[in-house]
């Protein structure tokens, strides 16, 4: 059999191994891809620290994939041919058992065989089998390496944004400048709102006026609340950042009606209730997508210039290619390739 090389977590909390493994065949139903480039993920510490229940080990992480779909099993829709350009996220598949993958929450789902990555092998590997269900047109403008952190910190981002209610003109802050930051100011500007960027320290302020917002305010320096008031208030607040106290010292700068949008990832925040019964107010989480939010993700970043900055590793150096992630120290997304 025809071997490919993955690397896959033996246990919970144990180290990444590279083996060589069998290429599997694909089911019915099922596509293989050949992969090209795989993001690393801070939630891929879901299922390198075993944080989900019913994660059956060695499990090969990852769920930022892109690659060329090499083989088609039976059943498989003719939309799909070898060797078209496809990109898998967290979205696994439709089982049909239940709705959660349909509403955004793939962890929820309870048959547990829907999430690449967790429940199902991902794309630290050079072949990854998807469902045909899961997979997202890769547009030809998008380089591998470029798509793959979309199908992850660029759909939360972009599909977040559009379903926060904002409408173009509106002003819309964006808290955080890194991996899901950087792509969020980016989005926002580019879908018309008046942008703020929230970072901490004044070297930011050329990044964040780089990736478009107009306005930049460092949480140093001043008050950010204070800040967006003075502004007019914020009908919209992304929070990407991984702190609660740095999403709290930034609700008091929301508008009347205006909504708090969470997609980085705190056990718990504690929130001014006065303020948002007063006020109209919400405090909201959002969860990535699902395989069509992911390709309308990838075309409206062909078609607005959004792109993700990316450290490139090749699959050998994974080690260190997620202690770069782990550790913050990314500019400001890190991608696996597969090229020997």
């Avoid at 480039?37 to 994660?55: L, N, R, W, Y």
């Avoid at 001043?222 to 609660?244: E, F, H, M, N, R």
């Avoid at 997609?263 to 069509?292: F, M, N, R």
């Avoid at 607005?304 to 202690?323: D, H, I, K």
Wanted: contains cysteine; glycine residues 12%; aromatic residues 6%.
């Amino acid at each position: 059999m025809p071997k490919m090389r993955v690397v896959q977590v033996p246990y919970a909390g144990g180290p990444f191994e590279i083996v060589e493994r069998d290429i599997p065949e694909p089911e019915s139903g099922m596509v293989r891809i050949k992969v090209q480039a795989c993001g690393i993920c801070h939630s891929d510490e879901v299922t390198k620290e075993g944080q989900f229940p019913g994660i059956q080990y060695p499990r090969v992480p990852g769920h930022e994939v892109v690659g060329l779909i090499d083989a088609v099993g039976a059943t498989v829709p003719p939309r799909w041919t070898i060797g078209e350009r496809v990109g898998v996220g967290w979205n696994g598949g439709y089982c049909g058992y239940c709705d959660s993958c349909r509403r955004g929450n793939f962890f929820a789902c309870e048959t547990s065989t829907q999430v690449t990555g967790v429940t199902r092998d991902g794309g630290y590997a050079e072949y990854l089998v998807a469902p045909f269900s899961a997979l997202a047109t890769v547009p030809k403008e998008l380089s591998a390496e470029e798509a793959a952190p979309l199908m992850c910190a660029g759909v939360t981002t972009f599909n977040c944004l559009r379903n926060s209610g904002a409408r173009p003109g509106d002003l819309v802050a964006v808290i955080g400048l890194g991996g899901l930051g950087h792509l969020g100011v980016q989005f926002a500007a580019r879908s018309g709102f008046n942008t703020v960027a929230i970072g901490r320290g004044k070297d930011k302020e050329e990044l964040a006026k780089k990736l478009g917002a107009s306005h930049y305010l460092d949480t140093a320096a001043q008050d950010p609340a204070a800040g967006l008031q003075k502004l007019g208030g914020a009908k919209v607040i992304l929070a990407t950042v991984t702190s609660a106290d740095a999403m709290k010292s930034v609700i008091g700068g929301l508008a009347p009606t205006g909504t708090l949008m969470i997609v980085g990832a705190v056990p718990s925040l504690e929130v001014p209730a006065l303020q948002l019964l007063l006020k109209s107010q919400q405090v909201k989480g959002w969860y990535s997508g699902t395989s069509l939010d992911s390709q309308e993700t990838l075309k409206f970043s062909v078609l607005s210039g959004v792109r993700s900055m990316n450290e490139s590793f090749p699959l050998e150096r994974v080690n260190e290619a997620y202690e770069r992630m782990e550790q913050g120290k990314a500019r400001f997304r890190v991608v696996l390739t597969m090229e020997k």
